[in-house]
């Protein structure tokens, strides 16, 4: 018997390098066609939307004659899969363009304002997760009672409410009632020019530099925000957290832990979570890559200077450049994250690893 | 005898792992044939490489007189041989009640008088008309693998492959499943093909036999051969000391 | 088990909970039966269901229903007037037309958005998924390449994008919504339909013959059809959402349209005096959504024991 | 709180597209390069129709009336510190003919052309500059306009340090983009404030300008914050998030001024709200039908409501306070009435027509409300919204069937708007002349010639009766049913001292502005 | 000597929606230091009559007995820590699959490290050399190598040896064993049943064996306890299997097909009604 394991380990041995090789090929060829097809798709959107794009360039009251030469100098004359192969040729090479919204490279403008979205739904995901992941551990664990009955409602009311109603009303509540957190924005505009951002992570920028009344207030700005989008996490973390322990509860291992007198909170806490981790790790990851690009309303609301209000913005003022850019980059950040969430999933899972 | 079912060299290979090695069996008409093996050794793997489910790569099948390639079979194909799979539990569909299983294979096959036919069927593997309507798991695991049983026999085969169709039964239900598809066999003058890891149920059922291990055959024996411990094979003389039980020495 | 001496009575509850159903309509009567005890044992999903039941009468009904003109106001004399004044039992939002009214007619659009995406979306979601998934080879990465870019799309900002090229208006956002709400259906479907692929009971119907088209359409597609519902009626919660985000973002439906994603952006500029005018059709998404969401979670646990523990 | 040399407004600035004042023709932008920069002439603010001098000490009109000639004051200096000469304001004049950007014409109907315009605009010496006009237009005229963001004077020094080379082309003739990049976000001025930073939608940061010639301002800094909401803007002027406020809405301006600490300030502007209907629509182009539309509409409600506080009911196309202005108001809601000019024209069982609206406030109330009162003639009204640019498109493209939007006066003399309502030498599709009555295809028959004639009269009164004539033709026939006249509105913390909002968007000046 | 394991009129049921489930209705048996089997067909109650033992019912489950002791511990006296306690250190439980019933995510060695130090304060250098002691002891040639594996990483006969070692390495006094091999192949089966039987000589335990496989059963054990529908319906010694009286024993030990035997058709049980009674 050892003879075969052996046997039938040397010959999975013999394919599993060239099945290495042939899935990072599938991978970079899903990721170039994901952004091909992402590239065209808005490359196209961009063409049929309704405005004139000289005409965000040169304003409303421009007269006629300069609306023409803007229009002949962005190409808008040329066939349109010409016009699809020169923006192709930049943005392969990295350069999405100025956006005529801020007159910036897009790639700057993205830049200066994505740290701020990754801020944003770092805070959400954190709140969600430190505090979903023991719900739906609870809620399974105690299936059927008061505290699962909770759970579900906190849940599926998360799953309900429209963010940009409850966000509203939060910033009614907490800041023209209670004026307990600050005005919508990330910082205050006291301190927009006594610090200096360094990372364009606001929070880790003042934590550095030891900027405390900064960072209190970086907090107040944060805090109604990020509690927001974590609650939508929570909603989404929590229940998936329960099925994946429901599933684990019943697995025969659990009864074989419980066998060797293991306590229950050794065998909820450590063996069945430490096997729904595998799974809660991509319901994570999911849930991140969702508040990253899911966070416009959220943004509006809370007038947060985030990728998906600068996308909002552009698209209405038919920025395309910058929508085109501000596409890809979150399509290429949804794919990363992906990927990220898979290569979790291998090291977590020890049968995926050596498979 | 003519030969009912004739595979030579039959290689399959799943991501460069050789599930069958160069397998030949041949079959006559009416015939009952038993392949045993360890778990793993490539049993399911050629029944479903025979039937089409899985390709194979390399060497020839011929069934009937008509030989296939590793990939297409055509409806006729399914005529002629039928297959009954190892877990009962699984090979149901669960949605969909026995009237609508057995009906399936009536409707593609284009039979006149299905009523009649779901009937017979039913009747023939020893359910009765009570049992038409339920669904899957609304029956016990001996009840299922006899659906299974008239799912296969309804559109009138001529060669039965069966792959563990007892494997996942009590005893008790085993005989009585044992029974039914020797009385078909028996009616119906089928040739069987019949996968076990149970050498009891194999020598009872079958009048050859071959011998598996790690996708090839090792020896193929006539039972009685079996019975008298003639074999070439030390492998074999393992799986026949196995089968009779424990033995503290 | 005893076989019971006489049939009981059609329609009864033994007869629809019989193990031996002696037809077909008892047996699929009888499993839809069982399903509904079992969804109905939970309180919440019934109090999903009856939401949308309501939700349901009220569009049916809104012409009768509704106080007020929805559209016509009286901008000089009734114009944000709170709850209960005058016969408004919500108030009056600044076109000084009556929000009660306005909500009523509201839930069609509502009930039109959903249905609509449903109808659009499940399908081609399940088209795509169940064929991708049985077909395998480059059929299947073709379709998955497009619905992982599809995926890859911000939603909202690709519904946003689409509906500033088609312009505004509640068919292009209906459409919006549907071109960004199949690709998760496809991939539930093909996930599922990979899983029941080598099954043997789908290994067994190919041994009858039948083609890959019957296989896929007759018996893969019922059964990716449960978790599908489910997710469907779950979605629709978030469907109802992204239209009412649309129209907060002044996208979707045109004014005077009562679409309440769009009454809460207009009543937004009032929260801090008059805040029902922003409160209320909040309340109203926020039912209607929890509603499905309640069914579906209820459905889940009806349509798959599983996923229940049961 | 807020810093006390600091000034914070909560402001809706998203459509600065440039700060370039060549380029510059926004709203907002005007703010920002009045604050910022300096002209030749502004606006008397005590009395609307004069100009007084800014960096022109005194100026001189040849009795041709087309060479004016303008003396600086002595000692001026840019922020930068260097000085300002006449050559800094003939090459202010120089670039914004030759980058020919949306307010160009402003200067190049003078006949100014970039090939012309070194000899037309040109320093005769360090503080004497020179401008010759092809025409001898009313010289009022000619130094409102000479008042615009477009003749604010740049330094030289400083932008051609910063200029980037450009190959020139079929369109543009130039090896130099005269500092354009450069100052779409950048600074060269000499205004009481300096631009230190703006980022699109989000802030506009002006700084004290310590080089200032004149009186030093006594903010340190004034932050202008990106808010789009009134109701926003509200809850941070009381929260002291902010300072001023001033996107405010009719209730919230109600709110504020009732709030102890809060105080509102306002002044009519030059802006005029109206719908349109293009007379290519055949039911919209019969004369009942839009006399009909006039009759259609709930002045009085609307003006008690929606535009309370931050508009006035004015139906003709002069703004109040323009040369000429008149403030006939005939019209009035008369569903009656209408019914009978719609059955005279035939279509007593009304019809269908779509109105483009930008997504925006008051506008989109405003057309709601028509909406209803048209459907009570048996009009459907059907509204596309969309945000500004795609109505603004469709509107250029003569696309729409009525459009509702604003006009402001791009310079302030009446035939900025007189130009635009009644103007139309040639109303084909292609057209050059992109005025008002253009888009919505309607001739105006006799009254382009009067609106040209008026700019050459160099008598005020009878100009002014000329485009009294106008207003009068167009209130009549005119295919504009015009609403109202914009009032802008403040809302502002009473720590404030001499907050004041000018008669036009250029100027709002800050500079005397002081905090507590 | 009291018996390690004496059960008295054991119940279990389980409340469900159609009404109450009897898994197990009054089983009673003694267990000295002997090899025990149960059979039965599929849903007769063995693993619930384990399980019950011990104390691994699902908690909807009502359990009942007359006597239920184990050793000197009176289980249905004990509260839920002191019977964990005793689970893994004095009695232990070796489940049908291995596949299954290790956990996927913890090497083996750990696995096994965990129970040892669950019940006894080693030290890590000191559980691990028990632990390779142990795994040695199942007959697994390279322990520090498997020791380091995941479940998955090994076949099904050495994953089923781990979980043995596992549950023996705390030395118990009784070990059930709920189909230990079924999963397994026949061959493979026999390997560990043959440790099984030299650890239980060895070390003197209380085995209860529970299997479907009446042959195995009687070869294997010294005792067999028939069940049908929750109930024992005889209770045979190995030796006397061939004598059994109840028509359920010997519809079981009829209708096996056996090699060299010619019986066409097989005999087949016919269950009566009265037996589940
Ligand atoms: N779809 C597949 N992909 C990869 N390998 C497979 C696949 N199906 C079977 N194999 C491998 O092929 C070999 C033979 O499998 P097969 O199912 O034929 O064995 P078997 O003899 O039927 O075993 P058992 O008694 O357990 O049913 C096994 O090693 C199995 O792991
Ligand atoms: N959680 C439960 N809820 C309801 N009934 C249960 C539950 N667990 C077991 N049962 C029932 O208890 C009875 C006995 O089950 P048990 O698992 O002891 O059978 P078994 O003899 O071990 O069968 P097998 O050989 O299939 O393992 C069965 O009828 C089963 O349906
Ligand atoms: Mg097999
Ligand atoms: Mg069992
Ligand atoms: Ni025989």
Request: hydrophobic share 45%; proline share 4%; glycine share 8%.
């Amino acid at each position: 018997m050892a003879i075969s394991d052996t046997n039938a380990t040397l010959r999975h041995g013999e394919s599993r390098a060239r099945r290495r090789g042939l899935a990072i090929l599938g991978f970079l060829l899903t990721v170039a066609t994901t952004f091909l097809g992402l590239l065209a798709v808005t490359f196209f959107i961009g063409r049929v939307v309704p405005i004139d794009p000289a005409l965000a360039i040169v304003g409303d009251r421009a007269p006629a004659h300069v609306v023409e030469r803007v229009r002949l100098e962005l190409g808008l004359h040329l066939p349109l899969y010409q016009q699809f192969w020169i923006y192709l040729k930049q943005a392969l090479s990295g350069d999405f363009g100025t956006s005529v919204l801020t007159t910036n490279p897009v790639l700057t403008d993205i830049k200066r304002v994505f740290p701020a979205t990754i801020e944003l739904a770092t805070v959400g995901t954190i709140i969600g997760a430190v505090l979903g992941v023991p719900l739906g551990v609870l809620a399974a664990v105690k299936r059927g009672s008061i505290i699962d009955q909770i759970v579900r409602v906190i849940g599926l009311v998360g799953y309900s409410v429209p963010i940009f109603w409850l966000g509203l009303l939060a910033l009614l509540l907490f800041y023209a009632k209670l004026n307990w957190v600050a005005y919508p924005g990330r910082v205050d505009i006291v301190y927009e020019y006594s610090f200096t951002p360094v990372t364009g992570f606001f929070i880790l920028d003042a934590a550095m530099q030891r900027q405390w009344d900064v960072l209190w207030d970086l907090f107040r700005h944060i805090i109604l925000p990020g509690s927001l989008l974590g609650y939508f996490s929570l909603a989404y973390i929590s229940r998936m957290t329960r099925s994946f322990m429901l599933n684990e509860l019943s697995q025969e291992y659990i009864v074989a832990a419980r066998a060797k007198g293991l306590s229950e909170a050794r065998i909820i806490w450590f063996h069945a979570l430490r096997n729904a981790a595998v799974p809660l790790v991509t319901v994570i990851a999911l849930s991140y890559a969702g508040l990253l690009e899911g966070s416009v309303l959220t943004e509006t609301i809370f007038a947060w200077p985030g990728l998906g209000l600068y996308i909002t913005n552009s698209l209405q003022n038919a920025d395309m450049n910058a929508v085109l850019g501000g596409t890809v980059v979150i399509g290429s950040v949804f794919v990363g994250i992906n990927l990220l969430s898979d290569l979790l999933y291998r090291t977590l899972d020890p049968r995926t690893r050596s498979r | 005898m003519t030969t009912a079912l004739s595979v030579r060299d039959m290689t399959v290979v799943y991501n460069g792992f050789a599930a069958l090695d160069r397998v030949s069996v041949d079959v006559s008409h009416g015939e009952s044939f038993g392949i045993v093996g360890e778990s793993g050794s490539g049993k399911s793997t050629l029944l479903r490489a025979v039937t089409g489910l899985t390709c194979f790569q390399e060497g020839s099948l011929t069934v009937d007189g008509r030989s296939y390639d590793g990939r297409k079979r055509d409806t006729s194909f399914y005529r002629t041989v039928q297959m009954v799979f190892q877990d009962p539990y699984g090979s149901l569909h669960p949605r969909q009640t026995v009237d609508r299983l057995l009906l399936e294979p009536l409707v593609i096959h284009g039979f006149d008088e299905v009523d009649r036919r779901i009937a017979r069927a039913l009747d023939e593997v020893g359910l009765g008309s009570g049992f038409r309507f339920r669904y899957s798991h609304q029956l016990s695991g001996g009840q299922r693998q006899r659906v299974a049983v008239a799912r296969a026999l309804i559109v009138e085969p001529k060669i039965l492959l069966l792959d563990e169709p007892t494997s996942a039964l009590d005893a008790s239900i085993q005989a009585e499943i044992l029974n039914l598809l020797e009385q078909a066999r028996r009616d119906r003058h089928l040739t069987f093909i019949m996968v076990s890891h149970d050498l009891g149920v194999i020598s009872h059922m079958c009048e050859r036999v071959a011998v598996m291990k790690a996708g090839e055959v090792v020896e193929t024996v006539p039972v009685e051969a079996l019975e008298r411990r003639e074999f070439s094979q030390d492998y074999t003389r393992r799986l026949l000391t196995a089968s009779e039980g424990f033995r503290r020495d | 088990m005893s076989i019971a001496e006489t049939p009981p009575r059609p329609y009864s509850r033994e007869w629809l909970l019989s193990d031996r159903p002696s037809s077909r309509r008892q047996a699929r009567l009888g499993r839809a039966y069982v399903i509904w005890r079992r969804f109905s044992e939970n309180r919440l999903a019934l109090l999903g269901l009856l939401i949308l039941l309501a939700l349901l009468f009220v569009a049916a009904f809104a012409d009768v229903l509704a106080p007020h003109n929805p559209l016509q106001g009286d901008l000089r004399n009734a114009r944000l007037l709170p709850p209960g004044a005058d016969g408004y039992i919500l108030g009056t939002d600044d076109q000084g037309r009556d929000i009660l009214s306005r909500l009523i007619h509201g839930s069609r659009l509502t009930l039109l958005v959903v249905v609509l995406v449903a109808v659009i979306a499940a399908p081609v979601g399940l088209i795509v998924g169940t064929v991708s998934g049985y077909a395998g080879g480059w059929v299947d990465a073709v379709l998955m390449r497009i619905t992982d870019i599809f995926l890859a799309f911000p939603k909202l900002v690709l519904a946003l994008a689409l509906v500033a090229a088609l312009g505004p208006g509640i068919e292009n956002a209906i459409l919006a919504i549907a071109v960004t709400s199949w690709p998760p259906y496809a991939r539930i479907a093909r996930a599922e339909t990979m899983t029941f692929r080598n099954s043997e009971f789908i290994s067994a119907v190919r041994l009858m013959g039948a083609s890959p088209s019957r296989i896929v359409l007759r018996h893969v597609m019922p059964l990716c059809l449960s978790s599908l519902i489910v997710r469907v009626t779950l979605d629709m919660a978030g469907i109802i959402l992204t239209a009412a985000g649309l129209g907060f973002l002044g996208l979707g439906a045109q004014p005077p349209l009562p679409e309440w994603g769009a009454m809460i952006a207009s009543g937004r500029r009032f929260i801090l005096d008059q805040w029902w005018v922003a409160a209320m059709p909040g309340f109203a998404i926020l039912i209607v959504s929890l509603g499905f969401n309640l069914l579906g979670d209820g459905l889940r646990d009806a349509l798959d024991p599983k996923e229940a523990g049961q | 709180a807020t810093p006390a040399d600091t000034l914070v407004q909560g402001w809706a600035f998203d459509d600065i597209i440039t700060l370039d004042p060549a380029e510059a023709f926004e709203i907002s932008t005007a703010e920002v390069t009045a604050n910022t920069y300096n002209k030749l002439v502004g606006l008397d603010l005590n009395d609307t129709s004069k100009v007084v001098g800014e960096l022109a000490d005194s100026w001189t009109v040849s009795d041709d009336g087309l060479t004016y000639t303008f003396k600086l004051k002595p000692g001026l200096t840019f922020a930068s510190g260097n000085p300002i000469t006449a050559e800094d304001v003939a090459f202010s004049f120089e670039r914004a003919v030759k980058l020919d950007k949306s307010p160009a014409f402003l200067l190049t109907q003078f006949g100014l052309t970039g090939d012309n315009v070194t000899e037309k605009a040109k320093a005769a010496d360090e503080s004497t500059f020179v401008l010759t006009v092809d025409k001898p237009y009313a010289p009022s005229f000619v130094l409102n306009v000479l008042t615009s963001t477009v003749a604010s004077v740049v330094d030289k020094k400083l932008v051609m340090e910063n200029a980037q080379p450009v190959t020139p082309s079929e369109d543009y003739k130039y090896d130099s983009d005269f500092g354009n990049a450069f100052l779409k976000t950048g600074y060269a001025g000499s205004g009481p404030f300096k631009l230190r930073e703006w980022r699109a939608n989000e802030v506009v940061v002006l700084e004290r300008n310590d080089n200032y010639f004149g009186e030093k301002a006594p903010l340190a800094r004034v932050i202008y914050r990106h808010m789009k909401e009134s109701a926003g803007q509200r809850l941070a002027l009381e929260n002291g998030d902010i300072d001023v406020a001033r996107n405010l809405e009719p209730g919230d301006i109600q709110a504020i001024s009732d709030k102890e600490g809060l105080d509102t300030t306002s002044a009519p502007k030059g802006t005029i709200y109206y719908f349109s209907l293009n007379q290519k629509n055949e039911n919209l182009a019969k004369p009942e039908v839009v006399e009909a539309f006039k009759y259609l509409v709930d002045y009085d409600a609307i003006g008690e409501t929606l535009i309370k506080g931050i508009g006035t009911i004015h139906q003709t196309f002069l703004p109040a306070g323009q040369l000429g202005a008149s403030n006939d108001t005939p019209y009035s809601l008369n569903v009656e009435k209408a019914k009978e000019l719609l059955a005279k024209a035939g279509l007593a069982d009304g019809f269908s027509v779509t109105m483009d609206v930008r997504n925006t406030q008051p506008v989109t109330g405003i057309a709601e409300n028509v909406q209803q009162t048209l459907a009570q003639a048996g009009i459907k009204l059907e509204i596309i919204p969309g945000d500004g640019k795609q109505t603004l498109t469709k509107y250029r493209a003569r696309q729409h069937d009525i459009y509702i939007g604003q006009w402001g006066s791009d310079y302030f003399d009446p035939n900025s708007n007189a130009e635009t309502f009644t103007y139309n030498a040639d109303n084909s599709d292609e057209g050059t002349n992109k005025t008002l009555a253009w888009r919505n295809a309607w001739d105006p028959q006799d009254l382009t010639e009067k609106t040209q004639a008026a700019l050459l009269e160099k008598d005020s009164d009878k100009r002014a009766a000329i485009y009294e004539e106008l207003q009068k033709e167009v209130l009549e026939r005119g295919p504009f049913v015009i609403i109202f006249q914009q009032t802008e509105v403040a809302g502002y913390s009473d720590k404030l001292k001499n907050y004041k909002l000018g008669p036009s968007f250029d100027t709002n000046f800050l500079h005397s502005v002081s905090k507590e | 000597m009291t018996p390690l394991l004496n059960v008295k009129n054991l119940q279990v049921s389980f409340p469900t929606r159609a009404g109450l489930v009897k898994a197990v209705r009054g089983v009673s048996f003694e267990l000295g230091r002997e090899r025990l089997g149960i059979v039965g067909e599929s849903g007769s109650g063995k693993s619930q009559t384990g399980r019950a033992i011990m104390g691994l019912t699902a908690p909807q489950a009502v359990i009942s007995a007359d006597r239920l002791t184990f050793a000197d511990e009176d289980l249905l006296r004990l509260s839920l820590k002191e019977r964990r306690r005793l689970r893994g250190r004095r009695m232990a439980m070796v489940l049908q699959d291995p596949k299954y019933s290790l956990n996927p995510v913890m090497t083996i060695g750990r696995q096994i490290v965990e129970t040892l130090q669950t019940h006894e304060d080693v030290g890590r250098s000191e559980a691990k050399a028990r632990v390779l002691a142990m795994l040695e002891a199942v007959q697994i040639n390279d322990p520090e190598r498997v020791f380091t594996l995941y479940p998955h990483e090994v076949s099904g006969g050495m994953g089923q040896r781990a979980m043995i070692a596992m549950m023996l390495i705390c030395g118990p006094e009784l070990l059930i064993a709920d189909e230990p091999t079924s999963a397994l192949d026949v061959t493979v089966q026999i390997e560990v049943l043959g440790i099984l039987d030299k650890l239980v000589a060895e070390r003197g335990m209380g085995l209860i064996f529970i299997s479907h496989d009446l042959r195995l059963v009687s070869t294997f054990c010294d005792r067999v306890l028939v069940m049908y529908a929750g109930r024992v319906v005889e209770e045979l010694s190995s030796a006397n299997l061939h004598a059994a009286k109840h028509p359920y024993t010997q519809g079981l030990l009829n209708c096996l097909p056996q090699i060299g035997e010619h019986r066409h058709p097989l005999p087949v049980l016919e269950r009566k009604p009265e037996w589940a009674l």
